[in-house]
């Protein structure tokens, strides 16, 4: 069963504007939250992150915020650039699974000029 | 340059056959993972290892196998019993609390 889960497959966002993608997770025991890029046929990279104890993180254009009670996390991108077109996964993890990463299936970011 | 190196980039395995990915790590890096991904799905984790000569198994680990005899190496094994073997994996390390994980750059295995 699906424990982190990002319900839209696919987001289109103009160029200056704002892209918010959103993730989901049902194991209340992650604690560490994580969002990556990924382009076909590459490894992912890593974006940005945030601890449990914190309900925002910002680095550059990219923000996530976190709420725990409603399990739910989203990244923002302010302002969008053609560049970020890629595939974002949200990821989560705990101690109870020695850290390993929990993805989610992903969402197709498209930055249109 | 520290970073995970896997091989081969591109493997073709015919069926029945047993085909091993190779992954390396220079980071120093106690905690190691493998996940494949198919179209749509995501990345699903295979095995992981958080310590030497340790592993568990993740949420697919049926028809896979890896071994942890060194830090550095965190080999996965597709044998003949993995029924859709077909797919991008990757492979991954962390340090032991998992707050910094990188990835390799993948490697394709194709079933002919």
Redesign the interface.
């Known amino acids: 069963d699906q424990q982190v889960k990002q319900n839209s497959p696919s987001l289109s966002v103009q160029e200056g504007r704002i892209s918010i993608l959103n993730c989901d997770y049902t194991n209340s025991m992650f604690d560490y939250f994580l969002w990556y890029k990924k382009y076909p046929a590459e490894g992912p990279t890593f974006l940005i992150s945030i601890s449990s104890i914190k309900d925002k993180n910002e680095d550059g254009r990219f923000t996530v915020f976190l709420n725990k009670s409603a399990k739910h996390l989203s990244l923002h991108i302010v302002p969008s650039q053609p560049g970020d077109s890629a595939v974002y996964f949200c990821a989560a993890s705990g101690a109870n699974s020695g850290y390993a990463l929990n993805f989610g299936k992903g969402t197709s970011l498209l930055v249109t000029p | 340059d520290g970073g995970?190196t896997q091989s081969p980039k591109y493997l073709f395995r015919k069926e029945g056959q047993n085909v091993t990915l190779s992954c390396e790590q220079n980071l120093n890096h106690d905690?190691m993972?493998w996940?494949r991904q198919d179209p749509?799905?995501?990345?699903?984790?295979i095995y992981?290892s958080?310590i030497v000569n340790d592993f568990?198994k993740?949420d697919i680990a049926e028809g896979y196998s890896v071994s942890r005899e060194k830090k550095e190496s965190f080999p996965l094994t597709v044998t003949s019993a993995q029924k859709n073997p077909t797919a991008?994996y990757?492979c991954?390390s962390?340090d032991?609390?998992?707050?910094?994980?990188?990835?390799?750059?993948?490697s394709?295995l194709t079933v002919v």
């Open positions: 995970i905690a993972y996940y749509g799905q995501g990345l699903r984790l992981y958080q568990q993740g991008f990757l991954a962390s032991r609390n998992g707050n910094t994980i990188y990835f390799g750059e993948g394709w």
